[in-house]
C-alpha cells in the first residue's frame, strides 16, 4: 500500500464537502509520491491563506482553524494507516510549526508553533467511530477512524504534538474491556486502532515510561487515565499496565476476524516486549 497513487475526494467520510480549494489542490499535489514540491512549500502556502488581523491586532479567531484541521482531517481519512503520505502530511505540520514567529497569537496559542486549536479540532474526533447499518458504509468509517489515528500517532512519535493521555484512552478502549464479540469489525478495528499508537508512538511512550515509570498524577489526571475495568493497576502510563496490554495484544490477536489484524495486533505486542527487554529493564 505504501507506494499506491493517492486518488483525493472532495467529499469527506460524513458527507461534507472540504472547505478550501486551495488546501485540497495544494495537498492533492504534494501527497503523491512523484511530486516535486517540499513539504516546507506546502506549510508556507498554507499560512498564506490566514486573514489578516483587524485594525492593527496581534489575535485571530478561531474560525479558519477549525476549518483548516477538519480539511486536514478529511484528507487523512482518505490516507491508507500504511501509505507514506501520512507521514509527508505530517511533515507539513512540522513544517508549520518551523515557520518564523508572527507575533500573532489565537486564544493565547502562537502563531504557528502552537498549532492553534489543533487539539480542539482532533478532541471532536476522539469519541468514537459512527455507526452505520450498511456494512459497506461501516467499513469505510472504520478504516476512516483508523487512519485519523494512525496519523494521530505519526504526529507524537515525531513530536509535533504531545498528548499522552490520547494513546491511553485507546490502548484502554481496546485491551481493558471486553466490549466487543471475538471475529467481530469492531474488536479488529480497536485491536488495529490501539496498535497505531504502539507503532507509530510507542518509542515516545516507551521514553516516557523509562523515564518516569511511576508517575505522580493529579486527582483529575487519575480520573482521566484510570484502567478499564479488566485492568486492577494505577492509573497512568506504567510499567505493570504496559506489561498488561502486551499481554492483551497477544490475547487479542487470536480472537481477529482478519489475518491482517491478527498480524497487526501481534506485531504491537511484540514490538513492546522487545522495548520491554532493551528499554524497561530495571
Not at 113 to 135: C, I, M, Q, T
Amino acid at each position: 500500500m505504501a507506494g499506491k497513487k493517492i486518488e483525493l475526494q472532495r467529499e469527506n467520510i460524513k458527507g461534507g464537502i472540504l472547505t478550501d480549494d486551495t488546501v485540497f489542490n495544494t495537498l492533492n499535489d504534494y501527497l503523491q509520491l512523484d511530486s516535486p514540491v517540499s513539504a516546507a512549500q506546502v506549510a508556507a502556502s498554507i499560512a498564506k491563506l490566514v486573514p489578516e488581523p483587524e485594525n492593527g491586532s496581534k489575535t485571530l479567531g478561531d474560525g479558519f482553524f477549525f476549518g483548516l484541521w477538519q480539511d486536514i482531517i478529511s484528507v487523512v481519512e482518505q490516507i491508507p494507516h500504511d501509505h507514506v503520505a501520512q507521514d509527508k502530511l505530517v511533515s507539513v505540520l512540522r513544517g508549520l510549526t518551523l515557520l518564523s514567529d508572527t507575533g500573532i497569537t489565537v486564544n493565547e496559542s502562537r502563531l504557528w508553533v502552537d498549532l492553534p486549536f489543533l487539539g480542539a479540532a482532533f478532541r471532536e474526533y476522539l469519541n468514537g467511530p459512527g455507526r452505520s447499518k450498511a456494512k459497506e458504509e461501516q467499513i469505510r468509517i472504520d478504516q476512516a477512524w483508523i487512519r485519523f489515528h494512525a496519523f494521530s500517532a505519526r504526529l507524537m512519535g515525531a513530536a509535533v504534538i504531545h498528548w499522552q493521555n490520547q494513546p491511553i484512552w485507546m490502548l484502554r478502549d481496546a485491551l481493558e474491556e471486553e466490549k466487543n464479540p471475538p471475529k467481530s469489525s469492531d474488536l479488529d478495528r480497536d485491536l488495529v486502532t490501539a496498535a497505531m499508537y504502539i507503532e507509530f508512538s510507542g518509542p515516545v511512550l516507551v521514553e516516557a515510561l523509562a523515564a518516569n515509570p511511576a508517575p505522580e498524577l493529579s486527582n483529575e489526571n487519575r480520573r482521566l487515565l484510570k484502567g478499564g475495568s479488566l485492568f486492577r493497576g494505577e492509573p497512568g502510563l506504567r510499567l505493570d499496565r504496559w506489561s498488561f496490554w502486551t499481554r492483551r495484544f497477544k490475547e487479542e490477536a487470536e480472537k481477529t476476524s482478519t489475518p491482517e489484524a491478527r498480524d497487526i495486533a501481534l506485531r504491537a505486542a511484540r514490538l513492546m516486549e522487545v522495548w520491554g527487554e532493551t528499554r524497561l529493564k530495571p
